[in-house]
């Protein structure tokens, strides 16, 4: 049996029964809500829980996945600290125990909170799979069984906490901390090209949705709408970005025009390509070069379809009381769905909207009443709550501004439609 067969069926055993809940009973009765906190971390760093008939132990395959995915540049489990300059020493979701338990304050929380530590930790363990995906050279099929096991993840024997939907948001929950080696992320890319469409069209549309809300905090936070410092400082995002954005543009054009997929994925082509507008117009950035077949094909598409994607554009400009994925930015990926995490502990209340939910699609609520608005506007309030999460110039980690947003879609038409310099040298 193969590592990643072991390890799929070692998460549906824990998974699909019971075994969660009588934990949580467990951690409940103990006298103390501190001690309860040590006990759950001592089964995190142990990747152990204890179940009916016995130990329900994972550190084995943890330990080797954990250990080829950081050979080839990624630390899934571990959170980089830009002050030390290396990796942490703790798992993220020991990480997270600890925050919470300092910010608790002394006060007591409910078997709520321990549910949704153990699901994060569990998610975690998720997405180093989602990582190895390629071992066994079957990664579709295994890709198959990690959306499976997600589904179980979230399912009625779960703290009820959404998280996310797909195999892609894992995949960029995996990545989306800082890592040092840029490779790494070429190398990936390399491989999830090769996934067949129904892995491949979803991972770009997740992609294209951060890195969008990546390079938006960032062209407007940090780079103070500095394009050129923004692609020198985010290499390793661009050709993954190419990708994203070429990806849907292939499934664009192929979709039949009658279908709602059609608008969906323009939408999220949308998404995708207000994070640098100005990159997708002209010759090919350098970063670009290695893909310049891929630049060129999105390109010559992006002709033909103009007429109709500017229409799809006008019809997606963000409203102030509409929800629009560009009214949603953070610094990094994982910080944000680890604010959304502590949210919902603080809270003692499991949120029901995946984080994919805030990265994909356009208009198509008509009130605040729409919990993505609320979530987004949450995850702000929750960025800015204390000097700890600002970023160091005192901005903050996420933000949900429907004034940014416009600037940003009204940034993709002037560049993509408006300004000469966006025909080819054949429409010339």
Not at 216 to 225: E, I, L, N, P, V
Request: charged content about 30%.
């Amino acid at each position: 049996m193969s590592v990643l067969v072991d390890a799929c069926d070692a998460l549906e055993s824990l998974l699909g029964g019971d075994a969660r809940r009588r934990v949580v009973d467990m951690l409940a009765v103990d006298a103390s809500f501190a001690r309860a906190l040590d006990r759950l971390k001592v089964f995190m760093r142990r990747h152990a829980y204890p179940g009916d008939g016995g130990e329900l132990s994972m550190a084995r395959w943890v330990a080797r996945l954990d250990r080829d995915t950081a050979r080839e540049g990624f630390r899934v489990m571990q959170s980089w600290d830009h002050v030390q300059q290396r990796f942490s020493r703790d798992d993220v979701p020991v990480m997270l125990t600890d925050y919470y338990d300092y910010l608790r304050e002394g006060q007591d929380g409910g078997p709520t909170s321990f549910a949704i530590l153990i699901d994060f930790h569990l998610l975690h363990l998720l997405a180093l799979i989602a990582m190895r995906a390629w071992d066994d050279g079957q990664p579709d099929a295994i890709l198959d069984r990690v959306e499976g096991l997600l589904e179980l993840l979230q399912g009625p024997q779960g703290s009820g906490h959404r998280f996310m939907d797909s195999a892609g948001m894992l995949l960029i929950l995996a990545v989306s901390q800082y890592h040092p080696l840029d490779i790494a992320y070429d190398r990936l890319i390399d491989r999830i090209r090769g996934l067949d469409a129904r892995h491949r069209i979803p991972f770009a549309q997740v992609s294209g949705g951060a890195l969008g809300a990546h390079l938006r905090w960032g062209f407007s936070q940090m780079y103070r709408g500095d394009a050129e410092r923004m692609r020198e400082d985010n290499v390793g995002d661009y050709p993954w970005l190419l990708f994203s954005v070429a990806t849907l543009m292939d499934a664009f054009a192929s979709a039949d025009p009658s279908a709602p997929t059609r608008r969906e994925i323009g939408a999220d082509l949308l998404n995708a390509l207000s994070s640098d507008p100005g990159a997708f117009v002209g010759p090919p950035l350098k970063v670009f070069e290695p893909y310049r077949n891929e630049y060129e094909r999105f390109r010559r598409q992006f002709v033909d379809a103009r007429p109709e994607l500017r229409a799809l554009f006008d019809d997606l400009r963000p409203e102030r009381d509409r929800f629009s994925p560009l009214s949603f930015s953070f610094n990094f990926p994982h910080n944000a769905i680890v604010a959304g995490t502590t949210v919902a502990l603080l809270n003692e209340e499991p949120c029901a909207v995946p984080f994919d939910d805030l990265l994909l699609g356009g208009i198509d609520a008509d009130s605040e009443d729409d919990p993505r608005v609320r979530q987004a506007r949450a995850l702000m309030r929750y960025a800015g709550a204390r000097p700890e999460r600002l970023e160091g110039r005192g901005n903050r980690l996420i933000l949900y501004d429907a004034v940014l947003a416009r600037e940003s879609h009204d940034a993709v038409l002037t560049h993509l439609f408006e300004n000469a310099d966006s025909a080819t040298p054949e429409e010339r």
